[in-house]
């Protein structure tokens, strides 16, 4: 970005921070969401039409991304600030009832908790997984709200307070609405693209980015078993492995230029993807929950070395669910079994009702308000706008 553009944005920045915090914002500031980056606005949108649609309640939409699409939102009670390097400023001075973010690890670093202890910090979740093992130790720790995705969030949350001497947090049974959209749009998908007699299943290869992850572990043996059968087989590398790992992604490329099944995908938006992919292939990446409980297809997983943020994870004593849930929507493999993959893709066809049952288990037991989660989730905000 040119100075030029650099400096525009500042002022944009500036201009909205101020904006904010004018009086004739007043009502709109009750009810803040706070977002780092365009993506987030997923994980929000359902409980905001909620919201829209069942109160009369402005909302104020903080972002750092001035391509964020909630400025194309089409509802005058949203109304969105960019305040992009202004947050430490203005978190301090928020004196609104309910700010909403989905970012870890609040009062630590950058973005602290306001000192008004009137306003109620609420955490949405951006994944499944558990809350002690890929996150900071303490991520959650000054937040006054948490909304739940299943039952491991409560009990890691409740233990963590007991074991570590914390004040409790409201805990509110929530669920995943995100991943009831990908559910919904897996149906449509299915109507309008029906299975074709004798054509080639798809694998996605998608893994997670990081020194263990498949592209840097095994990436060369799952070619090599996977070039002599009939799947056609996509390479899809996380958008962090690309930005930093250029060199890999090259070499990638390069050794499966000439293998006719083999294709390296970097097109996230029309490419292969949980919808149109038969079988999907990871690590520890978070789009096995998205794929299994989505499409309500099973996984195949590569026991990479696992990546651990938090070394304190053992001491609560409690399973991760990103652990136990492996061989409960799919199979997890060692490095040294890839060459049983072909068997385990014919088995996951051949006893593909087996793994769905287990999948749709999995999901009703550790997912709250499966397909009514936004709802609830708003009337709960709602209410606490209002205390």
């Given at each position: ?156 949350i409740r233990k963590s307070e007991a074991l570590y001497g914390l004040n409790p947090k409201q805990l509110f049974q929530f669920g995943y609405p995100y991943l009831e959209q990908v559910y919904l749009e897996h149906q449509k998908y299915l109507k ?72 390296l995908e970097q097109d996230l938006v029309s490419g292969i993807n949980v919808h149109n992919a038969d079988f999907l292939i990871t690590d520890w990446s978070g789009i096995a929950f998205e794929f299994a409980f989505g499409t ?92």
């Amino acid at each position: 970005m040119s100075v030029t553009g650099k400096i525009s944005l500042f002022f944009k920045a500036l201009n909205d921070f101020n904006r904010f915090f004018e009086e004739s914002n007043r009502q709109a500031r009750t009810l803040v969401f706070y977002s780092e980056n365009g993506i987030y606005l997923r994980y929000y949108e359902g409980l905001i039409r909620e919201i829209l649609n069942k109160s009369d309640l402005e909302i104020s939409y903080l972002t750092a991304d001035i391509n964020d699409p909630i400025f194309r939102f089409e509802n005058k009670r949203i109304k969105p600030f960019f305040i992009r390097n202004f947050e430490a400023s203005l978190f301090p001075k928020l004196d609104s009832k309910v700010v909403v973010m989905t970012l870890p690890d609040l009062n630590r670093f950058y973005i602290k908790k306001t000192t008004n202890p009137d306003v109620n910090h609420v955490y949405v979740f951006h994944a499944i997984g558990s809350t002690h093992l890929q996150y900071n130790f303490g991520a959650f720790d000054y937040y006054d709200a948490i909304f739940c995705v299943g039952p491991h969030h409560e009990a890691e949350i409740r233990k963590s307070e007991a074991l570590y001497g914390l004040n409790p947090k409201q805990l509110f049974q929530f669920g995943y609405p995100y991943l009831e959209q990908v559910y919904l749009e897996h149906q449509k998908y299915l109507k309008e693209n029906p299975p074709k007699t004798g054509s080639k299943k798809k694998v996605l290869i998608a893994p997670t980015w990081g020194k263990n992850c498949i592209l840097e572990t095994c990436i060369n043996q799952l070619i090599s078993v996977l070039q002599k059968t009939d799947y056609e087989v996509y390479v899809r590398p996380h958008p962090e492995f690309v930005k930093r790992r250029g060199k890999v992604v090259n070499r990638i490329k390069n050794k499966v230029k000439n293998i006719p099944n083999i294709h390296l995908e970097q097109d996230l938006v029309s490419g292969i993807n949980v919808h149109n992919a038969d079988f999907l292939i990871t690590d520890w990446s978070g789009i096995a929950f998205e794929f299994a409980f989505g499409t309500e297809r099973p996984v195949l997983f590569i026991n990479t070395p696992l990546k651990i943020d938090n070394p304190k994870y053992q001491e609560l004593g409690l399973e991760p669910l990103e652990i136990f849930s492996r061989n409960r929507i799919g199979l997890a493999v060692n490095l040294e079994q890839i060459d049983q993959i072909e068997q385990i893709l014919a088995s996951f066809n051949a006893d593909f009702q087996k793994y769905r049952d287990q999948i749709i288990d999995f999901r009703n037991k550790y997912i709250y308000n499966w397909m009514k989660s936004a709802a609830i989730g708003a009337e709960q905000i709602i209410e606490l706008c209002h205390q």
